[in-house]
């Protein structure tokens, strides 16, 4: 069974400072991953996928298979970055996303 | 182009009663998925539906079920509530298919407390 790990529920950066947020996972097959991320009274959406190689507000992440990881990074945190923070793995016949347990990241001024 | 919504925002049922919860898909979307987030936890899927048929279910009990009507909208029903039940329930609407059409965009979900 699949399954998506973050070890760090809270993480605190100051303003300016590289921030990373850990996601491991276990599958086997070849897997689909994402960032999703929930701003403050807002409702979850999609950051970016691995697939698409993509920099989301500046926010990058690279699928490690040897590693089974997917860190999400970005090189100078913003206050606007605060939020809460979720991988997910995209699996089964539906397509259905398995999320990790969050977490959630507060940028210190 | 409207956005996923949820109804109820908040309910308060017993132990023992069902409740059912109602999700309008994005416009255009024809497949829903439902799942569950207990405090401090990810989302747990539910169960999928497309073109009114379920198309995929995750690890839940019978007495969750649900529906998909015509108009790709949903409802997700559970029988005989239990304390754990608690939780707030996200509904996500996306279309078929593996590239990037197939993102699942989420509602605000509906906060189900269970005494």
């Known amino acids: 069974a699949q399954r998506v790990t973050q070890p760090e529920k809270l993480l605190s950066v100051f303003k300016g400072a590289p921030v990373e947020l850990k996601c491991n996972y276990s599958?086997?097959?070849?897997?689909?991953l994402f960032w999703y991320v929930q701003y403050s009274r807002q409702r979850l959406q999609l950051l970016l996928r691995?697939?698409s190689r993509e920099s989301i507000k500046g926010f990058t992440a690279d699928l490690n298979k040897g590693e089974t990881s997917f860190h999400l990074k970005k090189p100078f945190a913003q206050e606007e970055d605060s939020a809460m923070y979720y991988c997910?793995?995209?699996?089964?016949?539906?397509?259905?996303?398995?999320f990790g347990s969050g977490t959630q990241l507060t940028v210190l001024p | 182009e409207t956005g996923v919504t949820q109804s109820p925002t908040h309910l308060i049922k017993t132990r023992g009663q069902q409740v059912t919860l109602r999700c309008s898909s994005q416009?255009?979307?024809?497949?829903v998925s439902w799942y569950q987030q207990a405090l401090g936890q990810g989302p747990q899927f539910i169960f999928q539906?497309?073109?009114?048929?379920?198309?995929g279910r995750g690890n839940f009990p019978p007495r969750f079920s649900g529906l998909q009507f015509p108009n790709y909208s949903s409802e997700l029903n559970v029988n005989a509530l239990e304390l754990d039940d608690s939780a707030l329930y996200l509904c996500?609407?996306?279309?078929?298919?593996?590239?990037?059409?197939?993102?699942?965009?989420f509602g605000p979900g509906t906060r189900l407390t269970v005494l």
């Open positions: 996500a609407s996306s279309l078929p298919g593996r590239t990037s059409t197939d993102t699942q965009y």
């Open positions: 599958y086997s097959g070849s897997p689909e």
């Open positions: 691995h697939i």
């Open positions: 997910a793995l995209r699996s089964g016949s539906a397509r259905q996303l398995t």
């Open positions: 416009s255009g979307h024809n497949t």
């Open positions: 539906y497309y073109r009114e048929e379920e198309n």
